[in-house]
């Protein structure tokens, strides 16, 4: 296993050093003290001095994923009850949730014209209609874009369809 002029490490211990005679199951090493020390083959683990030429370079990976642009035909969902926005929402009032989901339809707004993305479905339930009616007067500020109510039969009233020019 080991031979003569081997660096060796000692197992638990910090020792090192230069096999100079091998027995049977056992090595003896000059230490990196000066002194000879015998150990068995099991306590002693080999030292490889690496040189560059000893490595084979593999190539490397993309860094970069590769993004794959999402099919602008297909209906994204983006559900506006605050519970799906925020982990933690009590003491906030009506009016900071309102904005935190007006903030996320311009978000997504933006997001889907940078996507090339033209179907947007905004799902803001039932309620009291406030959030309908704030997210429609957004919709109709933004140019190139078409809304209405989305399906009957999935949503309900609970959702407004967006086209995107």
């Known amino acids: 296993m080991f031979k003569t002029g081997d660096k060796v490490k000692i197992l638990d ?3 090192q050093g230069v096999v100079i ?7 003896t090493i000059l230490n990196s003290f000066g002194f000879e020390e015998t150990y068995g083959f099991s306590e002693l683990i080999p030292v490889q001095d690496l040189a560059v ?6 190539p490397e990976d993309d860094p970069k994923p590769k993004k794959t642009s999402p099919n602008p035909e297909i209906l994204k969902e983006i559900d506006l009850h605050i519970g799906q926005l925020l982990d933690f929402h009590s003491g906030l009032s009506n009016f900071e949730i309102l904005q935190i989901q ?3 339809v311009k978000s997504e707004i933006e997001l889907a014209r940078k996507e090339k993305r033209n179907r947007l479905v905004f ?3 039932h309620g009291s209609g406030k959030l309908r009616e704030e997210l429609h ?5 933004y140019p190139k874009i078409e809304f209405y109510d ?5 949503y309900k009233l609970g959702a407004t369809e967006v086209r995107l020019f």
């Open 13 to 15: 211990d910090d020792g």
């Open 21 to 27: 005679r091998v027995h049977k199951n056992t090595a």
């Open 53 to 58: 030429g000893d490595f084979k370079l593999l």
């Open 102 to 104: 007006l903030s996320k």
């Open 123 to 125: 799902i803001h339930g």
């Open 137 to 141: 007067k957004m919709l109709a500020s």
């Open 150 to 154: 989305a399906s009957f039969r999935k």
